[in-house]
């Protein structure tokens, strides 16, 4: 069994109510490389902050990622190294994309997303 497409259903599950979206930083991606994760989709994506989780980051969150490049430097977006981070930081409204990686930590929403 392939357990890479295990991830959106179980996001999916844990997250019920919610609703989930691709970035790739291409705005027609034809395969979809990440998952966001949104408690009101249309709000999210016209008034929300947008927030990567990406393991690969080196420190634990910075303000100046470049979502293409999986860098923070020279970007205006913020990202986080964990779930924990984003879902601290996360409120009604914005939109927390999940970089492709391995996390070893359980995902709980820590806000409302009312």
């Known amino acids: ?4 497409n295990l991830l959106p259903l179980l996001l999916s599950i ?3 109510g919610l609703t ?16 966001g994760i949104s408690a009101d989709q249309t709000t999210a994506i016209s008034n ?5 989780v990406d ?7 910075c303000t100046d990622y470049t979502p293409e490049s999986r860098s923070c430097s020279g970007g205006s977006d913020t ?9 601290r930081a996360a409120h009604a409204g914005d939109t927390v994309y999940v970089r492709e990686g391995r996390f ?9 997303g009312t």
């Open 79 to 87: 990202a986080y190294n964990s779930f924990g981070g984003a879902s």
């Open 55 to 61: 393991n690969q980051i080196g420190k634990s969150s």
């Open 104 to 112: 070893k930590e359980q995902l709980k929403v820590r806000n409302s």
């Open 14 to 16: 844990s997250l019920s």
């Open 20 to 35: 989930s979206s691709a970035y790739s930083g291409n705005p027609n991606p034809s395969t979809p490389p990440i998952l």
């Open 1 to 4: 069994m392939d357990n890479r």
């Open 48 to 52: 929300g902050n947008r927030l990567f």
